[in-house]
């Protein structure tokens, strides 16, 4: 017919087209190439430059004193792949690296969603993950060979909040008897809540808000009328940045009173960007639990310098995530000083093998860094800070908390600050 | 369920409820008189937003004054395009019968040009601005707050209504636009140059945003993303209010912000948007004219 | 062309370039993987190829009857959280959930179609955005259905099982390049033989004027639901297929507003009603995101929908029948197609 003619053509054309993307050389150096998978850009972006920094800080300072050794001073070159916050691009970003840049290990991604999605990857092209940041209890419960997470589990994070609270119920007999739930709705903000309610249950509280919002909410004012509405003793939420600022502007527009605090995970919470952008009165005695001990500059003067360098290259200090990015490729470091090769099987065997209790990998305040056969370290721990007056003072585990720090609790309502 | 907190909720939904309905506002302007369905209302917003975060940011100019700059901007945005790219699709109607279809898809390749651009130009993440009175808020009693911009931003858009309704029902333009929606080729035969009229409507229509864009900047924050939610929830408006109706807009727009407000309450909050959904179909199907709309 | 002037079809006489032509390039797109063994390269091919499949399963329905759906994205969606969720909590191979999601998807298809047919234009577009969303929305603050974990905005991944062929999961790319293509051929397969059927010849009417079809005793409402049905099917599975290939399914990516204005995107500009338009669009358009991205090292997110923006809008104005226009120009067709006449391109 005539317009067989037509097609077949145009299929010509079409698949001769299909040909047309080209494929990109990839070029041996004589370096050791470590691919990183970051949140660079989306509501995860603060967090994951911030590891970014962290691993170039700790590169620059690995290089500067002649590199790894057992790999006759080979430099480490970092790769960045940004995931924007999306679990399937930083799932192809992960693919193009290792294919593409022949990376024999990687680092990242942050956020628990990424982090589950992009370790999967490299379990299937056998590649070594060495997670940053991300909680999510099941990165290591899934029989993988190839993921190691020197931090928190999740389950750790919601521990060491209720555990932070029976502390301070111990010391002054008062404590709340209902908690309030609202996370953010991905992976990591519904793990936690899952924590969250079997412990809470399990030490007898009452949960009067359970509730989880969808990526990109911008107004709280719902939300924050079922809080008043329900009234919990204590709140816990999990929140990146962006919503972060927002709930936080709008409780203290609202005068939101929650008698025993308001308790954040971390994210928002622990990035210098929030602080900047919400009034300082509104996170009067927020309790913060994170990874990282955020006075550790006063408690380990060496990190000062790697402060300083952060300073210089963000414009604010060590932060947590810049700590994790920056104990991560001083563990790889360490991993690969061990292995002595570039193949990824023995580089498995010396991140198995692992077995760090001293020097920068440390910095996260840990003491041991080591992998047990689901590739989690048992080792890792977080802690809990108060902000008294616009500085943020740790006050768990107590013996963490500094001479003079006297934490408030309850928290006094707005009408009596 | 308390019926303070209920209360509380439909003050909150009618403060919103303002501010939607005079974000949609441009839109039943543009359907009305061009029946052209703007897909890019939401980008024009968004670009509204844009322009008194950055005034702002890089000048420190107060966004209430940024208006004499935004309003301006997008109105020559929104007759620029129309007069380059919609106006095309006119002149081919003569030709033609012309696939209404069209059109949509036009202005929804410009709303994805335009978002995307942005989004390359600023990245996706969310900004917004601090005022210093951003933070105080008007209370009634000793539990409902309104915070201070909000209010401004609904006592605003009910004054722009009330401006737009007097604009076009007393003024020389005003009654050619009204004539041009009425009746194209009558309207060409009284003299009113219709391709002129349209230009000026789109315009019109886009410089509404960029007030509205003012108000709402001090207390919402922006990213290229949010184009796309703010366009269709415009269109939910103007059906539910009525095509052609700007008073039904704002009726709209507050049923809508009570709807959700109400209903955040009892399901998970960020699934309230579901009843907006519901409501549009439902008057879709039974009352297609909308609560005050002409019939069509 | 007839030889007499007259507008009646006359059969062209039989010319066998074409079909050399087409094996050729049949030959082409199946000896790919074969060739190149880059798996990156091959990952790029399939996704164009998918995107390929569902802009010609949205044209069966939109292409055809004149109505722009774009809510597409809900049925792709249903596919592949039906099948995934079938497979995780009940083990159901994938092969055997596809097709049951397509059920579903079918179902909701048509009682979703069934009144919104009535609206015209705009009116319709707007519907099929309002179902969407409420799916959407409502899937994304979800956490658990009737037991069933659906885990709302967090998105499913489905587990990793290794190569096992019967449970639709291959450690290579090259299985997934070839269902595809089956997939893909599969629909325009369809679509040839819809427009040649009664099916066809009937909603040709309706899409003329529906009131006059009425008017001669067409039951449109039977004939555009069948469309709408067949459409539905065949999109749900390609929602299977992404759960497969990509592994984790979400929300707003696989229920979401962006993929049915991609998909009628690549329908609309490759041309609409037209057996090889979508997919024309879809070869044309889907390299571009990933070229930029693998060339910018993604510096400039967002550049390739700029891109598509950009089409999209130089199509409306210069090529409203799509692309596929000037390529049957260049082959001396007439440019549109005359009463009666079948069309393959």
């Known amino acids: 017919m005539r317009g067989q003619r037509g097609i077949l053509i145009a299929l010509a054309v079409l698949a001769i087209a299909a040909w047309c993307p080209a494929a990109l050389a990839g070029e041996k150096v004589a370096e050791v190439k470590v691919g990183s998978v970051l949140s660079l850009s989306g509501g995860a972006a603060n967090q994951g430059i911030q590891t970014k920094t962290g691993a170039i800080v700790a ?27 999306k679990p399937d691009v930083g799932a192809s970003e992960t693919e193009r690296i290792i294919q593409r840049e022949s990376v024999p290990v990687m680092m990242g991604a942050y956020q628990s969603a990424v982090t589950t999605v992009t370790t999967e990857v490299a379990e299937r092209y056998k590649t070594p993950w060495l997670v940053t940041g991300s909680v999510a209890d099941i990165i290591t419960e899934r029989g993988f060979k190839y993921t190691f997470r020197p931090n928190n589990k999740a389950v750790y994070d919601a521990n060491e909040q209720l555990q932070a609270i029976k ?54 004012s719902a939300q924050i009328l079922k809080i008043k509405s329900r009234k919990p003793e204590a709140m816990v939420i999990a929140m990146y940045t962006p919503d972060h600022i927002v709930f936080t502007k709008q409780s203290y527009e609202g005068r939101l009173d929650v008698p025993f605090g308001i308790h954040s995970v971390g994210a928002g919470s622990e990035d210098p960007n929030f602080y900047k952008a919400v009034p300082p009165e509104s996170v009067n005695y927020m309790f913060v639990q994170e990874d990282f001990q955020i006075d550790i500059t006063e408690v380990a003067p060496w990190t000062q310098a790697v402060d300083k360098r952060f300073n210089e290259m963000l414009g604010y200090g060590l932060t947590a995530y810049g700590a994790q990015g920056y104990s991560a490729v001083y563990t790889i470091y360490d991993v690969l000083q061990r292995a002595g090769s570039l193949d990824k099987e023995k580089i498995r065997e010396a991140f198995v093998k692992t077995n760090i209790t001293s020097g920068p990998a440390l910095i996260m305040g840990w003491q041991k860094i080591s992998f047990d056969k689901d590739g989690q370290n048992l080792d890792a721990h977080g802690c809990v800070s108060q902000n008294l007056k616009g500085k943020r003072s740790t006050i768990w585990p107590v013996a963490n908390r500094g001479q003079n720090i006297k934490p408030v609790w309850p928290i006094p309502a707005w009408k009596d600050r | 369920m308390d019926p303070v907190i209920l209360g509380i909720a439909v003050v909150n939904g009618i403060v919103l409820g303002g501010l939607y309905g005079a974000i949609a506002v441009g839109l039943s302007l543009i359907f009305g008189v061009m029946r052209v369905i703007n897909f890019a209302h939401g980008s024009f917003l968004m670009i509204g937003l844009f322009i008194p975060y950055w005034l702002w940011l890089l000048f420190r100019i107060d966004p209430y004054l940024s208006m004499l700059v935004t309003a301006p901007a997008l109105f020559g945005l929104g007759y620029l395009i129309q007069a380059t790219l919609i106006a095309p699709l006119y002149r081919r109607e003569r030709a033609m019968v012309l696939e209404p279809l069209s059109v949509l898809m036009l202005t929804a390749g410009v709303g994805l040009i335009i978002d995307n651009l942005t989004f390359m130009a600023f990245g996706p993440d969310f900004r917004g601005i601090t005022l210093d009175f951003a933070s105080k808020a008007l209370w009634i009693g000793d539990i409902l707050n309104i915070n201070y911009t909000r209010l401004i931003a609904f006592l605003s858009s009910i004054a722009i209504t009330v401006a737009l309704s007097l604009f076009l029902g007393r003024t020389d333009l005003g009654r050619a636009i009204r004539s041009t929606a009425q009746n194209r080729d009558a309207a060409s035969l009284c003299g009113i140059n219709v391709m002129r009229i349209y230009n000026v409507t789109f315009g019109l229509g886009c410089a509404v945003l960029g007030v509205v864009g003012c108000l709402m900047i001090p207390f919402y924050l922006v990213s290229p993303s949010i184009g796309l939610a703010f366009g269709v929830r415009s269109f939910i408006t103007v059906v539910l209010g009525g095509i052609g109706s700007i008073p039904g807009c704002i009726l709209g727009g507050l049923i809508l912000g009570v709807v959700e407000s109400v209903a955040a309450q009892f399901v998970t909050a960020t699934s309230a948007s579901i009843f907006s959904f519901v409501i549009f179909i439902l008057v879709l199907f039974f009352r297609p004219t909308g609560l005050m709309g002409m019939k069509v | 062309m007839g030889g007499d002037g007259t507008m009646a079809s006359q059969p062209a006489p039989r010319n066998q370039t074409p079909a050399i032509v087409g094996a050729i390039a049949l030959g082409i797109l ?28 949205w044209n069966i329905v939109c292409g055809y009857t004149g109505q722009l759906s774009l809510g597409h994205s809900a049925l792709c969606g249903i596919g592949g959280y039906i099948s ?42 707007l519907t099929t955005i309002a179902f969407a969303e409420i799916l959407r929305i409502w899937t994304e603050n979800t956490e658990e259905f009737l037991g ?29 390049y070839y269902i595809i293509l089956g997939m893909l051929l599969a629909v325009m397969a369809v679509t040839w033989w819809m427009e040649r059927s009664r099916l066809g010849f009937y909603l040709k009417a309706i899409r003329g004027d529906q009131d006059a079809a009425e008017a001669l005793g067409i039951n449109s409402t039977r004939y555009l639901l069948s469309a709408m049905a067949l459409s539905s099917f065949l999109t749900a599975l390609g929602g299977s297929f992404y759960a497969q290939f990509f592994r984790y399914i979400n ?8 993929l049915s204005i991609e998909l009628a995107l690549m329908g609309i500009v490759g041309g609409q009603g037209t057996v090889l338009g979508p997919v024309l669009g879809a070869f044309l358009l889907t390299p571009a995101g990933e070229i930029t991205r693998a060339t910018l090292g993604g510096k400039f997110p967002g550049l390739h929908l700029v891109i598509y923006g950009l089409v999209l809008v130089l199509a409306m104005l210069f090529l409203p029948r799509g692309l596929i226009q000037p390529i049957r120009r260049l082959l001396g067709r007439r440019a549109a197609p005359a009463e009666g006449e079948a069309d393959l391109a």
Request: aromatic share 10%; hydrophobic share 40%; with cysteine.
């Open chain 3, 251 to 258: 929300p707003e990516r696989n229920m979401g507003l962006d």
């Open chain 1, 167 to 220: 502390t301070l119920t111990q010391e002054t007999g008062k404590g709340p008897k209902s908690i309030g739930i609202l996370v953010e709705g991905s992976d990591w903000g519904k793990s936690h809540a899952t924590n969250l309610r079997k412990l809470a249950k399990d030490l007898g509280y009452e949960i009067v808000l359970d509730e989880a919002y969808s990526p990109g909410t911008v107004d709280f």
């Open chain 3, 148 to 176: 069933i974990q659906l885990r709302g905005a967090q998105g499913i991944s489905v587990p990793l099982r290794g190569e096992r062929p019967w449970l639709f999961q291959f450690d290579g790319k090259a299985p997934y």
């Open chain 3, 84 to 125: 995934t969720l079938l497979f995780i909590n009940a083990g159901v191979s994938p092969w055997i959930g596809m097709l049951i999601g397509g059920v579903g998807a079918t179902g909701v298809g048509v009682l979703v179609g069934w009144p919104c047919f009535r609206l015209r234009g705009p009116y319709f577009a």
């Open chain 1, 59 to 85: 590169a620059e300072e690995i290089n500067a004193k002649g590199g790894i050794p057992a790999l006759g001073g080979a430099k480490i070159t970092l790769i960045f792949g940004d995931s924007q916050s």
């Open chain 3, 30 to 57: 199946l000896l790919l993987p074969l060739a190149v063994k880059d798996e990156y390269y091959l990952h790029v091919c399939i996704g164009m190829m998918y995107f390929a499949y569902m802009a010609s399963a």
